[in-house]
């Protein structure tokens, strides 16, 4: 594992990121550093938690909205292999272990909101 110093909006940190794996991560960085920067220049909001929870929102959403994309067009080439493993991918469980890590990071969402109540 190495470790990565970043910045994410004027603030370090430090993130372990597996050999090989810098790039994307760096990119990650970028992303989410853009989507809270842009939050935090259009002057609404000023609490950086407030910031980060909806910087991941609209992350979150971009996803859903690729995803949505990619099941229309499967839809309409329903034939190809390529369309029926994304069809067969929206209808698979996740797994124990990304469903208990997707649950953790809710929790430490809501904690982060505890005074504005809950996210979900």
């Known amino acids: 594992m190495n470790q990565i110093e970043v910045q994410i909006l004027q603030q370090s940190y430090l993130l372990a990121c597996p050999e090989g794996h810098e790039a994307r991560l760096l990119e990650a960085v970028e992303r989410v550093?853009?989507?809270m920067t842009r939050i935090r220049d259009a002057g609404k909001v000023r609490a950086r938690e407030r910031i980060a929870v909806l910087a991941a929102l609209n992350?979150?959403?971009?996803?859903?909205?690729?995803?949505?994309?990619?099941?229309?067009?499967?839809?309409?080439?329903?034939?190809?292999?390529?369309?029926?493993?994304?069809?067969?991918?929206?209808?698979?469980?996740?797994?124990?272990?990304?469903?208990?890590?997707l649950q953790q990071l809710l929790l430490r969402l809501d904690e982060a909101l505890d005074e504005d109540g809950r996210l979900l």
Do not use: C, G, S
């Not at 229309?72 to 124990?96: G, M, S």
């Open 33 to 35: 550093d853009t989507a």
């Open 59 to 101: 992350l979150a959403f971009e996803i859903a909205d690729r995803k949505a994309a990619d099941l229309a067009a499967a839809t309409q080439q329903r034939d190809t292999p390529a369309a029926q493993a994304i069809i067969h991918a929206e209808d698979t469980p996740l797994p124990a272990a990304q469903e208990q890590r």
